[in-house]
């Protein structure tokens, strides 16, 4: 991450020259179709979350470039702003405000979920864009307290009830255990998890609970053998200490399968585990880089416009990207204005749609969320997650 600072201004200065050639390229057709179509962004370039941000910023911009080179939203060219935030709440607010007084802002990406409630009174107060983001955060997928907002997958609590229904059909009545980190984003889950889990019918053996990133787990690691669970389920985590606990356990000779959500998944993460990554799966919402089974001609496409495996975090920025554009396409199409509220409402008239196959079904969105995923397993061998179950609706 520090390697990424010397970079900086050049990123955020590709940025806008991408932007402007996104929106110069149409030249007097976009004039005469109207003005371009902003979408602003707070996004991580550096800072403790940049391993993602950078993988965000790329998938957006290569989403525009895909639909900008095909005509754009009738004729209107999509144009990216961003800034970088460091992912601090402060710093988001001030890139939503700079970038809000210098354009006419219809489509806006968020960092994180501090932001995106500090944010939201603004956004119900302008009235004039719809928001998506990092965040997948369970108080978000809420209309009526956040009717302007939405996330490009399951929230935390449906990550865990997708985790759970795996759960419960691998094997009825397992013992499970929750190991979360002591933040807002680790807490998220745990009490709707563990009542779903009762309705599921599986035994939550353990809660623990560790400061975020701790590398010290041995008595913790304790806690968790005696409770002996089958299954054992972390979040609030990306990286530690999640190998430290699994090397451990196995050092102790339990047998427990471990599983994490979705910013932990992605493959590069999970091959830093060394060791303790076999077998180690969790829930993602899209198909990985590399997946060859089913039709996914988005994902070719992706792959034509970068040979390199790409993160996680750029399919999420990528998706957000399609969604938040799909939304104002269908607002255009309805003869409405790209109103916050005619934004939301096209965002929401979204259903059974083909995503070119980066969601391995298709996909609905009648709140704000998109409540699908399906079980990813590490296979050491091949050095990638791979599929361990069918894609899973809720």
Known sequence: MTAFEPNRRRIIAGTAA?????????????????????????IPLTGVFAFAGIGIHAGIQDYLK?????????????????????????????????????????????????FAKTINSELD????????????????????????QFMAGPDYTEMFGILLRYIAKEKPGARVAFVYSDTEFGRDPIVLGEALAKELKLAVVEKIVTPPGSVDV???????????????????YVLAPIPEFITQAKQMGMRSAFMGTFWTMDNSTVQRMGDAAEGFMGVMPYRYYYDRDGSAPMLDRIRQMRPDYQSTGYLQGFVTAMLLTEAAKRTLDAGKDLTG????????????????????????????SVPVGRIYRFDAKAKQMQPASDWIKL
């Open 66 to 114: 895909i639909l900008n080179d095909g005509g754009g939203i009738k004729g209107r060219p999509v144009k990216y702003v961003a800034e970088d935030t460091a992912y601090k709440v402060d710093a988001s607010v001030a890139a939503f405000n700079k970038i809000n007084s210098q354009e006419k802002v219809s489509l806006y990406y968020g960092d994180s979920t501090g």
């Open 125 to 148: 107060r302008r009235g004039t864009m719809i928001m998506a983001g990092a965040s997948f955060a369970t108080e978000l997928n809420d209309p009526k307290k956040y009717p302007l």
């Open 18 to 42: 991408a932007a402007g050639a996104m929106a110069f390229g149409f030249g007097r057709a976009s004039a005469q179709a109207g003005a371009p179509i902003v979408l602003g962004g707070s």
């Open 218 to 236: 041995s008595t913790e690691v304790l806690k968790l053998r005696r409770a002996n669970p089958d299954f054992t389920i972390f979040h609030g």
């Open 341 to 368: 509220p005619n934004l939301k409402a096209g965002l929401n008239s979204i259903k059974d749609f083909d995503t070119g196959g980066l969601f391995g079904v298709p996909i609905s969105i009648p709140g704000n």
